[in-house]
């Protein structure tokens, strides 16, 4: 059985910081492409970042509208994927998945093409101002 489990979402002023952790039981982070996704209610779900199986620059990739704010990372030996957010603005409110897609590595690990086999339960993020 597979779980991904997110945390750390909550309720923070703009400009403030949060942390959120998905710990993955059931298969192995660091073989996976690992995705965090957002969703507001009545839109789509948007890809925010993903982070790779290779250990070179094109581990992690981002859409625009988080660049140089969010960073993904991955700890392989809690078998855990972070998202760290700085700089949170009232649109970045959302409810926050993580994702695994069992398939894409390399440069193929992105947004746009992540093709989710297993998703988390999410953790909500809400932004003031």
């Known amino acids: 059985q597979v779980d991904l489990v997110e945390s750390g979402g909550g309720s923070v002023q703009a400009g403030g910081s949060l942390r959120l952790s998905c710990v993955v039981s059931?298969?192995?982070?660091?073989?996976?492409?690992m995705g965090w996704f957002r969703q507001i209610p009545g839109k789509e779900r948007e890809g925010v970042g993903t982070?790779?199986?290779?250990?070179?620059?094109?581990?992690?990739s981002y859409v625009d509208s988080v660049k140089g704010r969010f960073t993904i990372s991955r700890e392989n030996a809690k078998n855990t994927v972070y998202l760290q957010m700085t700089g949170l603005k009232p649109e970045d409110t959302a409810m926050y998945y993580c994702a695994a897609d069992l398939h894409s590595s390399g440069g193929d690990c992105r947004p746009s093409r992540f093709e989710a086999n297993y998703w988390g339960q999410g953790t909500q993020v809400t932004v003031s101002s």
């Open positions: 059931g298969i192995t982070v660091k073989r996976a492409c």
């Open positions: 982070v790779s199986t290779v250990a070179d620059a094109r581990a992690v």
